[in-house]
């Protein structure tokens, strides 16, 4: 397994300490599963990529969602049940707090998305949060699961192009571009 990485493009919006290659380095370090396994990185991308999407019609806060799609399964101890791997993320997010670039109201919406993602959020919830959540329930069927749309928070989320488009590419565990263009993964 061969891990490179370098510093992600810089894109707009993007905060001076926000992602970067080492905090990417620390997280995957760290990672106690198979990278390429279920819970691995190319999910985490997928995650990212549904996040996006999403964003672009919820108005979610997409700084937020590019780290949830990183932290949020990589305290995971197991790819069969692991109630507190969300919590456990939440806490990694908090000890992190002056490495990532986001104020104190956004780092707050991260850190509920990481803790709330393993069971689930308020319906009062912000919508930034809401959307981090759909984005990992989007690509569920990895594991043989067909997605809920009455599970699923946000309207954008329950589009049925949006649910075609995330299936397909979750069913047959597509590796985005991003892992190497914006990522520089090479493994």
């Given amino acids: 397994?061969?891990?490179?990485?370098?510093?992600?493009?810089?894109?707009?919006?993007?905060?001076?300490?926000?992602?970067?290659?080492?905090?990417?380095?620390?997280?995957?370090d760290r990672y106690r599963l198979d990278l390429h396994g279920i819970h691995g990185i190319a999910h985490w991308a997928?995650?990212?990529?549904?996040?996006?999407?999403?964003?672009?019609?919820?108005?979610?806060?997409?700084?937020?969602?590019?780290f949830f799609a990183l932290f949020h399964d990589s305290c995971?101890?197991?790819?069969?049940q692991d109630p507190g791997h969300g919590p456990r993320a939440a806490e990694l997010v908090e000890s992190l707090r002056g490495r990532i670039g986001l104020d104190d109201a956004r780092l707050s919406?991260?850190?509920?998305?990481?803790?709330?993602?393993?069971?689930?959020?308020?319906?009062?919830?912000?919508?930034?949060?809401?959307t981090c959540l759909d984005s990992d329930r989007l690509d569920i069927p990895r594991v043989g699961?067909?997605?809920k749309p009455w599970l699923l928070s946000t309207e954008a989320a329950r589009a049925p192009d949006i649910i075609a488009w995330a299936t397909e590419r979750a069913e047959r565990r597509a590796f985005p571009a991003l892992l190497a263009e914006e990522w520089g993964w090479k493994g």
């Fill in 76 to 80: 995971r101890n197991g790819d069969g």
């Fill in 145 to 147: 699961i067909q997605i």
């Fill in 46 to 66: 997928r995650v990212l990529e549904n996040g996006r999407r999403l964003a672009a019609v919820t108005g979610a806060d997409g700084a937020v969602i590019e």
């Fill in 109 to 130: 919406h991260l850190v509920e998305a990481c803790r709330c993602h393993t069971f689930g959020a308020a319906g009062s919830a912000h919508i930034t949060v809401l």
């Fill in 1 to 28: 397994m061969q891990r490179i990485l370098r510093h992600a493009p810089a894109r707009a919006g993007r905060e001076e300490r926000g992602l970067n290659a080492e905090l990417l380095r620390l997280i995957l």
